[in-house]
């Protein structure tokens, strides 16, 4: 499987971004991670693809939205209300096997794509 990310780019502080995530295959779980500069990578928000049940980072709930077009095997995030601590790489991801108590892990996911920056200016 292969994952191609698009949607990054600047903003200002309070703005909207939408990221795209395309596989090359059917995946059962893909989901959205982010690393800033010395940081480590962290979760963003997730989706399964049978219950459409979609799981979300505290600090991103509420002003994200991700959403998955199962026909086009492809994953938004809709990204409203940005801050300056948004500004990161943020990755897409995915897996078919995935124990619901670790689906924020990073480790949990197989297949993970190139990465698109964004960037929010305050």
């Known amino acids: 499987v292969q994952l191609q990310a698009s949607g990054g780019g600047l903003v200002q502080s309070g703005g909207s971004l939408r990221l795209s995530c395309t596989s090359s295959g059917r995946t059962r779980f893909m989901g959205w991670f982010r690393q800033a500069p010395g940081k480590e990578r962290e979760f963003v928000a997730a989706i399964s693809v049978s219950s459409r049940r979609t799981y979300y980072a505290n600090y991103v709930e509420g002003r994200f939205t991700i959403s998955r077009d199962n026909a086009e095997n492809t994953v938004s995030l809709q990204m409203n209300s940005l801050n300056p601590e948004d500004t990161a790489v943020y990755y897409c991801?995915?897996?078919?096997?995935?124990?619901?108590?670790?689906?924020?892990?990073?480790?949990?996911?197989?297949?993970w794509g190139q990465g698109t920056q964004v960037t929010v200016s305050s």
């Open positions: 991801a995915a897996d078919n096997s995935i124990i619901l108590s670790s689906i924020r892990r990073a480790s949990a996911y197989g297949y």
